[in-house]
């Protein structure tokens, strides 16, 4: 199995948690943290400075297309950030895991 963790961020615990319960439900992710944290960004020619939720999902590398569309499609923001990290390396426990979750 290669398993990816996949980020975004999000301007709210609430469109945050239906976003995640969603992506669960469909499969597309096995887990997800979730912190809230400050952020300072550009938008409309100023600098920003708001509260965001900050998500980390845990998955396989083969939902990547398919959890990356269903963020586009569900988020609130304009241009959300989706980023992909690939692992190198997942300790066996966790990788069966997460195959017994996302596989059956």
Do not use: Q
């Amino acid at each position: 199995m290669e398993a990816i963790l996949v980020y975004t961020t999000f301007p709210n615990w609430e469109s945050a948690k239906k976003v995640v319960k969603e992506l669960l439900e469909r499969k597309l992710a096995v887990c997800a943290n979730m912190r809230e944290h400050e952020a300072m960004y550009w938008w409309d020619g100023e600098i920003r400075d708001e509260k965001e939720i900050g998500v980390i999902l845990k998955t396989e590398v083969s939902k990547w297309k398919e959890l990356r569309d269903t963020i586009r499609e569900l988020h609130p923001y304009e241009i959300p950030l989706i980023a992909r990290i690939d692992l190198d390396k997942l300790n066996r426990e966790y990788s069966e895991w997460m195959a017994r979750v996302l596989f059956g």
